[in-house]
């Protein structure tokens, strides 16, 4: 899983030599050089490298049973299970070689993990008893050094006339085992080429994806960001170095994973009765990610799409992966459309989007219950589409009640057009009631708030009123704020309007957008 090589797990001891009556012996132990792999920080479950160590007996004796102890620098965590009625782990040592052979299951604690030899031969001379010690686990989620040490004792006794026992302990300075690395980078979006950034919408307005699958239904894309090559792995990439599949007859609980790497999408804050619809697989460079025991919507525009609902504003959207590359560190875009009904939905501040490493789990001390296992943890959010209030908001700049003028006001509710493809609206119809608002000499009490004399305005309707009906004696400027989109405004300014010397102006009251947070799209 990575480039990184160098001499690991080195057990190249100096001897220590047994002292008996008449027997002496010396065994000398050398490891081989190993792949140095890459340990992700996000994980409870990383694989250390197969340990390969090579024992000669180089005096007289025979070295029977005996213990084998490694040491790492973070707890191991490889899979506990039962086996036999007793409670073992996943861990192996297999020897072969000189003496008889056998396989056992280790027993860990803390930071070590014994193994207790099988009935052992190690006679004088040339011949070798090899140790393979293999699915050892470790928790990197932890921090600390980026560099992960191990270590090993290999501690035997010694049969023959007399009767007597010894130990003769080999053992090494701590070697690197790994290196630990950042492997998943935070949630990040892309811009939508058709609006240019993410899909703002208001509660009037929805999202309702129609006959047809346009650019502009996508809510966001967000990207899964894989920091090292390979980093994801699938169920078999998760699997230890003895398991069933490279050893026929393993126990199927010994070095198996449960699934691959599960990269969740999790989403918050998003409305209750929104459904957020996603491609059931992504494939990058030979990576494939799939949302697992899912049924895809079999037509229309949305057809392979999978779509989601959330629990209490939460929705997690799960990506297992299936089909495993070594291509380089990659990037996944998930783009997302949430769907939602008009007026189905308050107005709210931002989705949040965040990527994280599954199935997940509180730190581990001990062996895991299941393969693989990432620190649950607070991922980096970014935020995605938000909802707005359906408002327009215009500016009289000028109106007065004053020196004999008065001013005449119309909103326009234009929610209801024929700009759309064969004259369909492209507008959702809004209807309410303005309020207004006046700064200025003269402004009525309360100033702001005032109700539209006019009432509700209906979608494709206009209304008209004078300022002397709401605010006699006022000159200033006014604010009108509506409860639709497209609303429109005229000032109409009269003096004796049914005199010879009357004189009138009028003028559009300008929309304002300052402060809103959706498309307004309120000019024709």
């Given at each position: 899983?990575?480039?990184?090589?160098?001499?690991?797990?080195?057990?190249?001891?100096?001897?220590?030599?047994?002292?008996?009556?008449?027997?002496?012996?010396?065994?000398?132990?050398?490891?081989?050089?190993?792949?140095?792999?890459?340990?992700?920080?996000?994980?409870?479950?990383?694989?250390?490298?197969?340990?390969?160590?090579?024992?000669?007996?180089?005096?007289?004796?025979?070295?029977?049973?005996?213990?084998?102890?490694?040491?790492?620098?973070?707890?191991?965590?490889?899979?506990?299970?039962?086996?036999?009625?007793?409670?073992?782990?996943?861990?192996?040592?297999?020897?072969?070689?000189?003496?008889?052979?056998?396989?056992?299951?280790?027993?860990?604690?803390?930071?070590?993990?014994?193994?207790?030899?099988?009935?052992?031969?190690?006679?004088?001379?040339?011949?070798?008893?090899?140790?393979?010690?293999?699915?050892?686990?470790?928790?990197?989620?932890?921090?600390?050094?980026?560099?992960?040490?191990?270590?090993?004792?290999?501690?035997?006794?010694?049969?023959?006339?007399?009767?007597?026992?010894?130990?003769?302990?080999?053992?090494?300075?701590?070697?690197?085992?790994?290196?630990?690395?950042?492997?998943?980078?935070?949630?990040?979006?892309?811009a939508l080429p058709a609006v240019g950034g993410t899909q703002n919408y208001t509660v009037c307005g929805g999202n309702v994806v129609?006959?047809?699958?346009?650019?502009?239904?996508?809510?966001?894309?967000?990207?899964?960001?894989?920091?090292?090559?390979?980093?994801?792995?699938?169920?078999?990439?998760?699997?230890?170095?003895?398991?069933?599949?490279?050893?026929?007859?393993?126990?199927?609980?010994?070095?198996?994973?449960?699934?691959?790497?599960?990269?969740?999408?999790?989403?918050?804050?998003?409305?209750?009765?929104?459904?957020?619809?996603?491609?059931?697989?992504?494939?990058?460079?030979?990576?494939?990610?799939?949302?697992?025991?899912?049924?895809?919507?079999?037509?229309?525009?949305?057809?392979?799409?999978?779509?989601?609902?959330?629990?209490?504003?939460?929705?997690?959207?799960?990506?297992?992966?299936?089909?495993?590359?070594?291509?380089?560190?990659?990037?996944?875009?998930?783009?997302?459309?949430?769907?939602?009904?008009?007026?189905?939905?308050?107005?709210?501040?931002?989705?949040?989007?965040?990527?994280?490493?599954?199935?997940?789990?509180?730190?581990?001390?001990?062996?895991?219950?299941?393969?693989?296992?990432?620190?649950?943890?607070?991922?980096?959010?970014?935020?995605?589409?938000?909802?707005?209030?359906?408002?327009?908001?215009?500016?009289?700049?000028?109106?007065?009640?004053?020196?004999?003028?008065?001013?005449?006001?119309?909103?326009?509710?234009?929610?209801?057009?024929?700009?759309?493809?064969?004259?369909?609206?492209?507008?959702?119809?809004?209807?309410?009631?303005?309020?207004?608002?006046?700064?200025?000499?003269?402004?009525?009490?309360?100033?702001?708030?005032?109700?539209?004399?006019?009432?509700?305005?209906?979608?494709?309707?206009?209304?008209?009123?004078?300022?002397?009906?709401?605010?006699?004696?006022?000159?200033?400027?006014?604010?009108?704020?509506?409860?639709?989109?497209?609303?429109?405004?005229?000032?109409?300014?009269?003096?004796?309007?049914?005199?010879?010397?009357?004189?009138?102006?009028?003028?559009?009251?300008?929309?304002?957008?300052?402060?809103?947070?959706?498309?307004?799209?309120?000019?024709?």
């Open positions: 899983m990575s480039n990184f090589r160098t001499r690991i797990l080195g057990l190249a001891t100096m001897a220590t030599a047994f002292v008996g009556v008449s027997y002496g012996q010396i065994v000398t132990c050398v490891t081989g050089p190993q792949t140095n792999p890459t340990l992700r920080a996000e994980g409870q479950t990383e694989l250390l490298a197969q340990m390969i160590v090579t024992c000669t007996n180089t005096a007289g004796g025979a070295a029977t049973s005996g213990t084998v102890y490694i040491q790492t620098s973070l707890p191991i965590t490889s899979k506990g299970f039962v086996l036999a009625s007793a409670t073992t782990n996943e861990a192996t040592l297999v020897v072969t070689g000189a003496g008889a052979g056998g396989t056992v299951q280790g027993v860990v604690s803390g930071n070590q993990v014994s193994f207790s030899l099988p009935p052992l031969a190690i006679p004088a001379g040339a011949a070798s008893a090899i140790f393979t010690i293999s699915n050892i686990r470790v928790n990197a989620s932890g921090g600390g050094a980026p560099q992960v040490t191990e270590s090993g004792i290999l501690s035997y006794n010694v049969a023959g006339p007399p009767a007597t026992s010894s130990n003769t302990a080999i053992a090494a300075s701590a070697q690197g085992a790994g290196f630990i690395l950042k492997t998943l980078g935070p949630a990040s979006l892309i129609g006959a047809a699958l346009i650019a502009t239904n996508t809510s966001f894309t967000v990207n899964i960001n894989e920091l090292v090559s390979g980093a994801f792995l699938t169920q078999a990439g998760e699997a230890g170095q003895i398991n069933p599949t490279t050893v026929p007859g393993t126990n199927a609980n010994i070095g198996t994973a449960a699934s691959g790497d599960v990269l969740n999408v999790t989403l918050a804050n998003v409305p209750a009765s929104a459904t957020a619809y996603v491609p059931q697989t992504i494939t990058v460079a030979g990576t494939t990610l799939t949302i697992a025991n899912s049924t895809p919507v079999a037509s229309g525009a949305l057809a392979g799409l999978v779509g989601l609902t959330g629990t209490s504003g939460t929705v997690t959207i799960p990506y297992t992966v299936t089909v495993g590359g070594t291509f380089g560190p990659q990037t996944f875009p998930v783009p997302v459309i949430l769907q939602f009904a008009a007026n189905s939905a308050a107005a709210q501040g931002p989705v949040t989007v965040a990527v994280s490493y599954g199935p997940a789990a509180a730190a581990l001390a001990g062996p895991a219950s299941s393969v693989p296992t990432f620190l649950a943890g607070t991922a980096t959010t970014v935020n995605a589409s938000s909802i707005a209030i359906c408002q327009t908001t215009m500016l009289f700049p000028f109106v007065t009640n004053q020196l004999g003028f008065d001013t005449g006001i119309v909103i326009a509710n234009t929610s209801t057009d024929n700009l759309g493809v064969a004259g369909k609206s492209t507008a959702a119809a809004q209807s309410g009631t303005c309020n207004l608002s006046f700064y200025g000499a003269g402004a009525p009490t309360p100033a702001t708030g005032v109700a539209d004399p006019g009432g509700s305005t209906a979608t494709g309707t206009t209304h008209a009123f004078l300022l002397s009906a709401v605010a006699p004696g006022f000159q200033g400027y006014m604010i009108a704020t509506c409860p639709f989109q497209f609303g429109h405004g005229f000032g109409f300014l009269a003096y004796n309007l049914t005199q010879n010397n009357g004189a009138v102006e009028g003028y559009l009251a300008p929309v304002l957008a300052r402060g809103s947070s959706g498309p307004e799209a309120n000019t024709f």
